[in-house]
């Protein structure tokens, strides 16, 4: 705590925050407790505000946590900052901020989005249109060239997880990580994964089992179509998605780690350009772009699931939100984020990830003790021995507009996000091996998503299966929507009332852990290189992604831009291509004398047979 | 492999790495809790209280509703009543209550309850299964292994008097005849049948509420009614007076400035304050708020004085060089000791004392008269000084020197003290 002023408005904030959060939740849970008496007193909206002031005061205080009491004490007349402002005048704040930016980085994404904004304003409709042409068009076109760089990506980690490589150790060998293995692993889970896992758990296997896949050419909605059903879950939302961001963020950490480049998205080129060149146009470019695509990305994210959210809300309870609902969501998302981004990765950050965790941890537990357990233990055997057989089948297979509208799309939207969650892995790895890197990023996090996917998709797919509620129907009678598939499922399960509260709770902070290190990777890209961003350039950051959030949410056009989004996954898997050919070449030449995993294993081994007597345990140890 | 690499500047390179350290890898780690502060016996205490509120709301809220759902899995192995969930977490909540108070106290058989209290408490979660429940659930399964971790700390046992003792079981004794008694002259008695009967019946009786819907019919019952009456009511009233009686005690002793034992058992890390001098009031002044303190002094008009100038103080009436005087005062787990009357004789016995209870802890003297600071170094004090030579130090130098002795006093402090 250099600065004071930051710390004069935590110490502001927390006293606002702690009473706030103590009123709403006595109410929210003297509700939850007590549902027939306080039931009736407070009516839906409101009870949806409250929660929401709850959460928001909550999850900003846990983030803010220990502010400096005694400090705010002394000093409580003027909050310095305010004095600051007052005596350079704003133009001199805004200069200094500006000064620090990089302009072309900081610029651009701004100008485009705003023009985007625009353009939704004034003609809607051939907007649309164009970009929805384009997506048609991009994804047919990049079809094959998505399918090849996913396959390559996963023989890519697959080999640095065997390989010699992988036991490079970023940062020297004598560096240490500075994050436990729990904690980093629990970060880049939580960052690399939006709320988008807690709305497709139940609903992506329903999808493809009323409309199964074409590799498998099975019957919709039959028996045979159960464990086809769970095995595209699977393929979705396994290695090969989590690949995507390992094959940014390997090289990007390796370069940075071992060859001191600068930590942006544009070193993917060092391989290229070299390290020492890597501030020409053509890094401006990527880091440009990269921008973009996250700010896309985050916003309409964040507006998709402020949708989805309220859409759930409505259909649980009944509770329209209106127009203004949407967006008082979205500023209270935004509220949370920015605090969290702006009090840094010791605090916001690692705090909301941990808590994350946790309810994830708790949600899949209760399901698992309250789930169809019969049914889920025979199906889930299946259904990852068939996505580890049919892996490869299913990775080149490209027939048909339903692996462009699925597969590719859902490839397309990795990489999308691969620009921030690779830079963010990559900044995380300092003194960790890359076979740990990948290991983390790429196995240990597809576990953990593979093990949801079977629990709710199972649990959805017993439901809807044995007839005991029609999701399908519930869904089309929403217009398709994916988010209401979840409620079905808990309704049918005891204590359904505590897993829809734990639910709405992991969507919001899912999408918090996501976009307040999404705040931290574009604060730290768009300011020049030998700046660390400062907190006035976090909070703009995380403040404009709220507003292009709210923005699109209120003209719509919150899809399209997603779409937009996301085909800029397709220069980032062309990237991600010349980076990894570069790296292996630049471990070819460079990095002689690892050992791979096998050698490891095969030395293991007769230490464990040796006797003591015979070989002396002195001189095991170097 | 840096060989292979040149750079253009190793200036450069270090202020990227500093960008990517002051990013993600900030210097000052701010935990969010102290771990070790979160695993001892207060927390413990805490936690259960926690489980005490947080039954009572789930057992209300079990009442709120129109009939007891009984979806959990213990159900199929155990049939509980309804009106047993229904009442089940209030309940506890009373018993848990009373188990605080007595965790409060670090009292072994407040531990003991409620290491059998809180695992039955778990019971009610595991039959309904209602998502109301859950959250007592979770804070109880985090509860137990931590008590359980502390159970050395909670080994006071409970000092009852004989008087307290014979109340009590005269209480049991007339509870145990009146009800075996009633249920067997049961045929005697309008509307007495069972066993529950037989107690409601006793207990109505002995509270002196008496209903009257049961009542002796025959000369036999109505004899053996007001044997209860005559030991049940005394002994019941006697019982209360002794187990009330010391409560009241100690607070009109607390209001005249005398502290009982058990309101010093809580205190941990504090400074004991023995006798009281000259120096003693600007040694409170300067400790401050920075520590608690429990001052100890024979002297009844000086405790008195204290009580009124500062509210804060904890006040002890004893004699300072009595060990059992000491243990009171929680010098076993005192920071420090700090022996400072006006008369040194009185002093060293007090060192003496206090070195007896606790030989580590930190003791510091002041002593009257020059010649007697040898002797307090040889009873083991770590520092003693002689405030009246201090004082004419001070006074030559400021007058041989100019400096003031104020300045003299802050230097000799260090640089630590200095925004004060």
Known sequence: MAATEPADIEAMLARVLLPLCVAAGAIVLSGFFFPTFVGDVVTGPAWLTLALVFFVSGLGYIALLPYDVEKFETDTKQPAAMLRIRQTGLSGTVRTFIKKQELPTFALPLGVLAAYILFQLVWPSSTEAAVSAAADSMLVATRPMFVFVVLLSVAFCLFVLIGPWGDIKLGGPDTEPAYTYPMYFTLIFTAGIAAGVVFWGPAEALFHYAEPPPYFGVEPQSEAALTPALVYSLFHWGISAWSAYAVIGVPIAYYVFTHDAPLRVSTLLAPVLGVDNLDSAWSTLVDTLAVFVIIAGISTSTALVSEQFLTGIDFQWNVASGTFGPALFVVGLTAIVVISAATGMHRGIRRLATLNIGLFALFALVIAAVGPWGFISRQAPAAVTGYAVEFVPMSVHFGGEWVAEWTVWNYSWWFSWAPFAGLFIAALSKGRRIRTVVFTSVFATSAATLVWFLLLGGSALFVQHSGQQDILGTMAGQNGSEAVAGFPVFASLPLGDLLVFVFLALIIVFMATSADTSTLVVATLATKRTYAPSTGHIVFWGVFQGAVAVSVFMLGGAETLQVLAVLTGAPFAVLAVIAMVGVMRTWYRTERGHRSLLWRVRDRLPAIQMHHDIDPPDDKEP | ?420
């Open chain 2, 1 to 420: 492999m840096s060989a292979n690499t040149p750079r253009v500047s190793r200036k450069e390179d270090d202020v990227r790495q500093s960008v990517v350290d002051a990013v993600f890898y900030p210097a000052d780690r701010i935990p969010f809790v102290e771990w070790s502060e979160l695993s001892g016996a207060k927390p413990a205490v805490v936690l259960v209280g926690a489980v005490t509120v947080l039954s009572f709301v789930t057992g209300l809220s079990n009442l709120s509703r129109a009939d007891p759902a009984l979806d959990g899995p213990l159900t199929a192995f155990i049939a509980i009543p309804p009106s047993a969930i229904q009442f089940g977490g209030v309940l506890a909540a009373f018993v848990l209550g009373l188990v605080t108070v007595g965790l409060h106290r670090r009292k072994r058989l407040a531990w003991s309850v409620g290491v059998v209290v809180l695992p039955s408490v778990i019971l009610l979660p595991l039959t309904t299964a209602q998502a109301t429940d859950i959250p007592l659930l979770l804070l109880t399964t985090f509860t137990v292994p931590l008590l359980v971790r502390n159970r050395s700390r909670f080994d006071r046992t409970i000092d009852l008097s004989s008087l307290q003792i014979a109340s009590l079981v005269a209480i049991f004794g007339v509870l145990l005849y009146g009800t075996v008694g009633s249920y067997g002259l049961r045929d005697q008695f309008v509307e007495l049948d069972t066993w529950t009967d037989a107690v409601y019946y006793v207990l109505v009786t002995i509270a002196t509420v008496g209903y009257g819907d049961i009542t002796p019919v025959s000369a036999e019952a109505r004899w053996f009614s007001l044997s209860i009456i005559v030991f049940g009511t005394g002994a019941f009233t006697v019982a209360i007076g002794a187990l009330i009686g010391p409560a009241i005690e100690s607070r009109m002793a607390k209001a005249f400035g005398v502290m009982t034992a058990s309101d010093l058992t809580l205190l941990e890390d504090h400074i004991v304050v023995l006798g009281h001098g000259d120096i003693t009031e600007p040694l409170l002044d300067e400790l401050g708020e920075q520590a608690e303190i429990v001052v100890v002094t024979p002297d009844q008009s000086k405790i008195s004085s204290l009580q009124d100038d500062d509210g804060d103080l904890n006040l002890l009436t004893g004699d300072p060089s009595d060990e059992s005087v000491l243990r009171d005062a929680g010098v076993e787990a005192a920071r420090g000791v700090v022996v400072s009357s006006n008369d040194d004789a009185r002093d060293v016995l007090a060192v003496i004392a206090t070195k007896n209870v606790n030989p580590d802890v930190r003791t510091v003297a002041a002593a009257t008269e020059q010649k007697y600071v040898e002797k307090f170094r040889s009873v083991g004090v770590d520092a003693v000084l002689n405030p009246r030579s201090i004082g004419g130090r001070l006074l030559s130098q400021s007058i041989l020197d100019g400096s003031d002795p104020e300045t003299l006093l802050r230097s000799a402090d260090g640089e630590d003290d200095e925004s004060s």
